[in-house]
């Protein structure tokens, strides 16, 4: 956490118009920080046939639904991020007021829509109704679930080998990255899981989202100084994905230096690519 702080009031120096975000981020962490403390998660019983399925077919080791969630620890973290992002934009702040009415007048039932997992249809459906903004419900759902997706995905870790996989989806949940990280001398190149956060390795040309490996079809820009984030452009399917090259960054947690490059994003989409992982901020 001190880390993470510290790098926070870095680039809130450098670019003071992300500060409301960033302060954002920082409570959001700090809170499921806490949480984690005192979380009570059942184990994961893998199947044999899961595991023979992962091997052979490329299928994810669990579905989004299947993670262990500490629903009581959930709720209340679900509580506290309403609770902070009133004192974030003012988009965020309307939205949190009307999740909280909806609570209040139990208009949808919170314990009923965590336990029966991050089903994003169900979001849908219930976002559409009251009309929320699905991108604020889903990170708010998903960022409440987050220290129990965790403490998941550490169970699992052992049974995948992060190096040989090379898929655009992840091998514990089946999720599609949110970012690609650029590590080590020779910049290996990893995803890292929207949904999960588990990192996995994946060729350098390659786009994560339509396997597409034409060379001439793949494409990257950065801006001038900001050599440590790009954005990989593919034109088979006019999707991207945001790469954060860690050999030129100290320490940081990589979805902390995506949002502090929201820029890059606004650039691209004007540009007419889509990010099929979005933040909540775009
Ligand atoms: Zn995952
Ligand atoms: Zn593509």
Redesign the pocket.
């Known amino acids: 956490m001190k880390k993470l702080i510290e790098r926070i009031q870095q680039i809130k120096k450098k670019r003071p118009g992300y500060g409301e975000m960033l302060d954002f981020f920082q409570k959001v962490r700090e809170e499921q920080d806490k949480a984690k403390a005192s979380l009570k998660i059942e184990p994961i019983k893998l199947k044999k046939e899961w595991k023979d399925l992962l091997s052979q077919e490329g299928f994810s080791l669990l579905q989004k639904q299947d993670f262990p969630l500490d629903i009581e620890a959930s709720i209340t973290l679900f509580q506290i991020l309403c609770q902070i992002g009133k004192d974030a934009n003012p988009h965020m702040a309307e939205q949190a007021r009307e999740i909280e009415e909806a609570l209040n007048d139990r208009r949808f039932d919170l314990r009923e829509l965590i336990k029966k997992g991050i089903e994003e249809q169900k979001f849908e459906q219930i976002a559409d109704e009251f009309g929320l903004d699905k991108r604020i419900f889903l990170f708010l759902v998903e960022e409440s679930a987050r220290p129990s997706v965790e403490v998941g995905r550490e169970q699992l870790r052992a049974e995948v080998d992060p190096e040989t996989w090379l898929k655009g989806h ?1 091998p ?2 089946g ?1 599609f990255p949110s970012l690609s990280l650029l590590r080590e001398e020779t910049g290996k190149r990893y995803l890292l ?1 929207s ?2 956060g ?1 990192q996995w390795r994946i060729d350098r040309l390659i786009c994560p989202f339509c396997s597409n490996k034409e060379q001439e079809s793949l494409r990257y820009l950065y801006a001038e100084g900001e050599e440590a984030y790009r954005i990989d452009l593919c034109e088979k399917c006019h999707q991207y994905i945001k790469t954060i090259d860690l050999r030129k960054l100290e320490e940081s947690d990589p979805c902390l230096e995506d949002l502090a490059t929201l820029h890059l994003d606004i650039l691209v989409s004007k540009k007419g690519y889509k990010r099929p992982v979005s933040n909540p901020f775009e």
């Open positions: 992840c514990i949940c999720s899981c949904f999960c588990y």
